[in-house]
């Protein structure tokens, strides 16, 4: 059984910064990428970001674009979300998590094979 656990969470003040990570343990599979998502309260989940193996392409949704960077290795499957200039908005349970093949949208929270139990980010005004 596959398990991807994350890390990092917290509470930070608007302007500050954290750092998730997310290893996978169990049993060895391989990533085509991995992705972050998250969810506000009464919100459905949203993709964050998700960067891809063999091209090192990052994808990143327009909300985090120039504040958050993903990053991380696919040996092990592990994947890293640096987050500045935090927001209020930013505030959600953060999950991460794989594909292992390549799909057309990687936005699309259907498309990944396996998913974290997630991290909660608070940022308080």
């Known amino acids: 059984q596959v398990q991807l656990v994350e890390s990092g969470g917290g509470l930070v003040q608007a302007g500050g910064s954290l750092r998730l990570s997310c290893a996978a343990s169990g049993r060895t599979f391989s990533s085509y990428a991995m992705g972050w998502f998250r969810q506000a309260p009464g919100k459905e989940r949203e993709f964050v970001a998700t960067?891809?193996?063999?091209?090192?392409?990052?994808y990143y949704a327009d909300s985090v674009k120039g504040r958050f960077t993903i990053s991380g290795d696919n040996a092990p499957n592990t994947v890293y979300l640096q987050m500045s200039s935090l927001k209020p908005e930013d505030t959600a349970v953060y999950s991460c998590?794989?594909?292992?093949?390549?799909?057309?949208?990687?936005?699309?929270?259907?498309?990944?094979?396996?998913w974290g139990q997630g991290t909660q980010v608070t940022v308080t005004s």
């Open positions: 998590a794989a594909a292992i093949y390549r799909v057309p949208d990687w936005s699309k929270d259907y498309e990944y094979n396996y």
């Open positions: 960067i891809t193996w063999g091209s090192g392409r990052t």
